[in-house]
C-alpha cells in the first residue's frame, strides 16, 4: 500500500461535527427514565465501576437488544481491570451489532492490541472516512469522530503509511489536542525519539494499552 493517496482522509469542511449529544435508533430505544439512570451510571464507571458494571447488567436484562449498554458495560469492565470480560463484551457487541460505529472502533482496538491489523479494513468495510462509511450521514458527534480517527491513524501508522496517519492525527489535533484519544494517538504515532529507534529495530509494539 505504499504511497496511499491521503485523499482517502475527508476535511473536517466536508462533514458536521456535533458536540451536543446526538439522537441516534439506539437512543430512541429507551425511555426517559432510563436515559436518565445512563446519565447517572456513566458517571459511577470511573469512580465506582464495579457498581456501574452491576447497573448496566441490570439494565441489559431489560433492554437486551441495544449495543450502547454493552459498549458502557466493556468500557465499566476496563476501568475496573476486568479487561477478559471488557473483551468478550466488545467481540459480542461487534458480531451482533456491526453496523454501530463503537462496536467497529472498539473491535478495531482488540484487534491492534492482538497484532491482527489486517482485520481492520474488513471492519470498517474498506471505507476510511465516515461519510464513505455512513453515506446517509452528514452530521456526527465528536466522540465518534475522534474515536474513529484514532483507528484510522493507528492502522495506517501499524502498516507503514506515516503520512497518512499523520494526516488523521492532524485533524483530531484540530479538533481537541487535549482529547483522550488525540492523546493516546500521539503516543502510538509520534513515539518519544528513544522508543522510535526501538520501533526501527524491533517494528512498532503491537499492544497499546
Known amino acids: 500500500m505504499a504511497g496511499l493517496d491521503t485523499s482517502i482522509v475527508l476535511e473536517l469542511s466536508e462533514f458536521d461535527i456535533s458536540f451536543d449529544k446526538l439522537e441516534s435508533k439506539y437512543q430512541r430505544e429507551f425511555s426517559k427514565k432510563t436515559l436518565a439512570e445512563i446519565n447517572e451510571i456513566l458517571r459511577l464507571v470511573d469512580s465506582d465501576p464495579q457498581t456501574a458494571i452491576d447497573r448496566l447488567i441490570n439494565l441489559l436484562e431489560k433492554n437486551p437488544d441495544n449495543p450502547i449498554l454493552k459498549n458502557h458495560l466493556s468500557a465499566a469492565y476496563s476501568r475496573a481491570g476486568q479487561h477478559e470480560k471488557a473483551e468478550l463484551v466488545a467481540i459480542d457487541n461487534y458480531e451482533k451489532y456491526p453496523d454501530y460505529l463503537f462496536a467497529k472502533t472498539n473491535y478495531a482496538q482488540i484487534c491492534i492490541w492482538h497484532g491482527k491489523i489486517n482485520k481492520i479494513p474488513a ?5 476510511f472516512n465516515l461519510r464513505s462509511l455512513y453515506p446517509k450521514r452528514k452530521t456526527f458527534h465528536i466522540s465518534e469522530v475522534m474515536s474513529f480517527m484514532e483507528i484510522m491513524s493507528i492502522y495506517f501508522y501499524k502498516i507503514g503509511e506515516n503520512k497518512t496517519a499523520m494526516r488523521y492525527y492532524d485533524l483530531m489535533k484540530q479538533l481537541d489536542k487535549n482529547h483522550p484519544a488525540t ?23 503491537d499492544k497499546i494499552r
Do not use: A, S, Y
Not at 471492519?123 to 471505507?127: L, Q, R
Not at 492523546?183 to 509494539?205: A, D, E, N, S, Y
Open 123 to 127: 471492519i470498517f468495510e474498506h471505507n
Open 183 to 205: 492523546k493516546q494517538t500521539k503516543r502510538m504515532v509520534k513515539p518519544p525519539f528513544p522508543l522510535r529507534i526501538l520501533q526501527k529495530l524491533f517494528g512498532p509494539k
